[in-house]
């Protein structure tokens, strides 16, 4: 990739290792599915009005529910419970893992030697950090981190869906404003042109179901946070909240949401997937370092070496030497 293309993934993986930190500061006045909740009505809310909708179908119902409300209502209750934004931001990578052995499953997409040896790899470090319960990682919280990170596989495999129809959409639409545009004018259109338009109806249609994704999941967010938060839904909850927790609400949708999805959007359709992707890696490093800066977070020997199996399982699983599904 090219250098701006590289320091703005680095700053996109920034941006979500250090959100971690914001949450648990939203987290201090508000309870975690209503801050989720208010996370996706401002992520929505006004950018629907303006974005095209993408297809309403089993397929981005998936993704609301996987990769919005059970990731994140997960998240946030994991650290309500006392997970610590370094840990939780290592742990959740176990989603990589399990999207894998879910594109495998459903998709019938191959899977690598090195790909199953990373899995044990991390498998490892979970282990390390299960042994290590309590304190910075309670076991209530570690297995709503594991929920959350088995929704946002999912949320995977729904977005891989809807992209590849995006695309294909959009290519078609694309093709067919190029043929028009190169009949009235009568002159040949360039592929660069094209490829161009395609790249930025891509990047659109990312955006687009987000915003719609996540005005799906608001809905079920606040209904949940009605149900079981009812005690929090008073005016004294958002007139006594803090400025650090409205300024941190403010920092989770549109600087890690929409920004954040929004770069990484268009990183995607500039560049291949393989190239972009192992940036994400950087997120738990961030995720951390801004933890045990920011929050006091305290680094143990567990911690670290749970930290070198996982991303080491991460580096292994991101090594293409692919095998016939029939040899698992």
Same mark, same amino acid.
Request: aromatic fraction near 12%; glycine fraction near 8%; include cysteine.
């Given at each position: 990739?090219?250098?701006?293309?590289?320091?703005?993934?680095?700053?996109?993986?920034?941006?979500?290792?250090?959100?971690?930190?914001?949450?648990?500061?939203?987290?201090?006045?508000?309870?975690?599915?209503?801050?989720?909740?208010?996370?996706?009505?401002?992520?929505?809310?006004?950018?629907?009005?303006?974005?095209?909708?993408?297809?309403?179908?089993?397929?981005?119902?998936?993704?609301?529910?996987?990769?919005?409300?059970?990731?994140?209502?997960?998240?946030?209750?994991?650290?309500?419970?006392?997970?610590?934004?370094?840990?939780?931001?290592?742990?959740?990578?176990?989603?990589?893992?399990?999207?894998?052995?879910?594109?495998?499953?459903?998709?019938?997409?191959?899977?690598?030697?090195?790909?199953?040896?990373?899995?044990?790899?991390?498998?490892?470090?979970?282990?390390?950090?299960?042994?290590?319960?309590?304190?910075?990682?309670?076991?209530?919280?570690?297995?709503?981190?594991?929920?959350?990170?088995?929704?946002?596989?999912?949320?995977?495999?729904?977005?891989?869906?809807?992209?590849?129809?995006?695309?294909?959409?959009?290519?078609?639409?694309?093709?067919?404003?190029?043929?028009?545009?190169?009949?009235?004018?009568?002159?040949?259109?360039?592929?660069?042109?094209?490829?161009?338009?395609?790249?930025?109806?891509?990047?659109?249609?990312?955006?687009? &179901? +987000?915003?719609?994704? %996540?005005?799906?999941?608001? !809905?079920? #967010? @606040?209904?949940?946070?009605? =149900?079981?938060?009812?005690?929090?839904?008073?005016?004294?909850?958002?007139?006594?909240?803090?400025?650090?927790?409205?300024?941190?609400?403010?920092?989770?949708?549109?600087?890690?949401?929409?920004?954040?999805?929004?770069?990484?959007?268009?990183?995607?359709?500039?560049?291949?997937?393989?190239?972009?992707?192992?940036?994400?890696? &950087? +997120?738990?490093?961030? %995720?951390?370092?801004?933890? !045990?800066? #920011? @929050?006091?977070?305290?680094? =143990?020997?567990?911690?670290?070496?749970?930290?070198?199996?996982?991303?080491?399982?991460?580096?292994?699983?991101?090594?293409?030497?692919?095998?016939?599904?029939?040899?698992?």
């Amino acid at each position: 990739m090219s250098p701006i293309y590289t320091a703005l993934a680095v700053l996109v993986t920034f941006i979500w290792g250090v959100n971690f930190t914001f949450i648990a500061w939203g987290l201090e006045s508000f309870p975690p599915l209503m801050l989720t909740a208010l996370r996706f009505f401002f992520t929505a809310v006004p950018l629907v009005l303006f974005l095209k909708p993408p297809k309403f179908n089993r397929t981005l119902f998936i993704y609301a529910i996987g990769t919005f409300v059970m990731q994140y209502a997960f998240v946030f209750t994991a650290m309500h419970l006392g997970s610590s934004p370094g840990l939780t931001a290592l742990l959740l990578q176990i989603q990589i893992f399990i999207t894998v052995l879910l594109a495998y499953f459903i998709l019938g997409e191959a899977v690598s030697r090195m790909q199953i040896v990373g899995m044990l790899v991390g498998v490892l470090g979970l282990s390390v950090i299960a042994l290590n319960l309590g304190g910075d990682m309670p076991l209530a919280g570690f297995i709503c981190i594991l929920i959350a990170a088995i929704g946002w596989s999912f949320g995977n495999i729904a977005s891989k869906q809807a992209s590849k129809q995006a695309s294909k959409q959009a290519s078609e639409k694309a093709s067919e404003q190029t043929a028009l545009k190169a009949t009235q004018q009568g002159t040949r259109v360039s592929v660069a042109t094209s490829s161009t338009g395609k790249n930025k109806a891509s990047a659109l249609s990312a955006l687009a &179901l +987000v915003v719609w994704g %996540g005005l799906i999941a608001c !809905v079920m #967010l @606040t209904i949940s946070s009605l =149900t079981f938060e009812t005690d929090a839904w008073q005016l004294a909850t958002f007139t006594e909240a803090s400025l650090k927790s409205w300024l941190s609400l403010g920092f989770i949708v549109y600087i890690s949401t929409l920004i954040g999805f929004g770069l990484w959007a268009h990183l995607l359709s500039q560049n291949t997937a393989s190239k972009v992707m192992p940036f994400a890696l &950087l +997120v738990p490093v961030f %995720g951390m370092v801004t933890s !045990v800066l #920011l @929050t006091g977070e305290v680094v =143990t020997w567990w911690k670290m070496l749970a930290m070198m199996l996982i991303l080491s399982g991460l580096l292994l699983a991101n090594v293409k030497i692919k095998m016939k599904r029939k040899a698992i």
